[in-house]
């Protein structure tokens, strides 16, 4: 049984320019031991200083269907590209809008976003952390050194995932790729810098009770223990609306979020690669420069018809000779195959 308070000390990846040999040792060591007390809890909190949960389509009654790929969902923030602009890495847009795979939770990216979004929410958001929550103490450390150490509140939905991303020295063989690529000079090493930047920016624009945060918090802890997104499941979340961007919006704002979108579709899984996510992201790197923002837009939204069924397919198959932009975007489908 887990005991019901925990004290660990982690010890995070020391400078930039250090991080991609401290993605390759163990980075986080953790002492747990039962207490004689129980953990630390709040005092019963009033409806207005806990944030509400998303509204998830009721079990006693039929499912709402998910919006079509078309157009973006309803019920749910929508955040336009000029918003977006101002991040740095996309995997945090992703997440928020549910375009990530079904595997995201392998991905390093994702582990630094997850856990800067655990840390940050305490720092900024700590009189919203949900009773009863885990406290755990975080040293910081630079070239081994301790520099600086902080107490954080964990909400205990996020606690599992929080300590299993931060073991680094247990990293999936996709995360190990990418921690290689860092060595090798083939991957910058802002792919890591990014998200943990993102999450700074992200709070300091949004309020703790925003609908945008409650957006962000739910799709975040259901793409770390592989549910579907809220955008998928047709939920809602109370004041999504006054907080959207007024333009009419598509649903997917990326190539890359249809692609994982159709994948993550148990209809669709016989199309599926071994690896559907590494294929989209693929896809996606590929097609930067090729694409154009409006053909990124198109085949996003219409994925399974002008992708899928074309672009996708040999010459003469589906709606590849309808497609002029057949012969500039089908080696790159190829290449990612392979």
């Known amino acids: 049984m887990r005991p019901t308070r925990v004290t660990a000390i982690a010890f995070r990846c020391p400078l930039a ?13 953790a002492q747990t031991a039962p207490s004689a007390t129980p953990g630390r809890k709040r ?5 207005t200083s806990t944030p509400p949960a998303a509204v998830a389509p009721s079990s006693t009654t039929t499912p709402k269907a998910a919006a079509p790929a078309s157009t973006a969902p309803p019920g749910l923030v929508h955040k336009s590209a000029a918003y977006w602009s101002q991040y740095k890495s996309d995997i945090i847009r992703q997440v928020f809008d549910g375009g990530f795979g079904e595997d995201i939770d392998e991905d390093g990216q994702f582990h630094v976003l997850f856990t800067g979004y655990v840390e940050q929410f305490s720092d900024s958001c700590r009189a919203y952390v949900p009773s009863p929550f885990e406290k755990e103490t975080i040293t910081h450390t630079v070239d081994g050194q301790p520099v600086s150490s902080k107490e954080i509140d964990i909400d205990l939905r996020f606690w599992p995932k929080y300590h299993e ?22 991957t910058s090493l802002s792919t890591y810098i990014d998200p943990a930047l993102d999450i700074i920016t992200f709070f300091s ?27 998928t499941t047709g939920a809602t979340i109370p004041g999504a609306e006054a907080e959207s961007d007024k333009s009419p919006a598509p649903r997917f704002a990326h190539f890359i979020d249809g692609c994982n979108a159709f994948f993550r579709d148990p209809k669709n899984a016989k199309f599926a690669p071994s690896d559907p996510t590494g294929y989209c992201q693929c896809l996606s790197d590929g097609y930067k420069g090729v694409m154009t923002p409006a053909e990124d837009l198109s085949y996003a939204n219409n994925f399974e018809d002008k992708f899928q069924h074309g672009i996708a397919q040999p010459w003469g198959y589906g709606s590849s000779k309808s497609d002029p932009a057949w012969p500039r975007l089908n080696p790159v489908a190829v290449s990612c195959m392979q």
Not at 166 to 176: N, W
Request: some cysteine; overall charge positive; glycine content about 8%.
């Open 17 to 29: 320019l250090t991080l991609a040999s401290c993605l390759l040792a163990p980075a986080l060591h």
């Open 43 to 47: 005092p019963p909190s009033s409806t």
């Open 165 to 186: 991303f931060g073991y680094l020295g247990d990293l999936s063989p996709k995360s190990v790729n990418k921690a290689m690529g860092i060595i090798t000079g083939k």
């Open 205 to 231: 624009i949004e309020t703790c009770k925003s609908a945008a945060m409650r957006q962000l918090t739910e799709n975040m802890l259901r793409a770390a223990t592989g549910k579907p997104s809220l955008q």
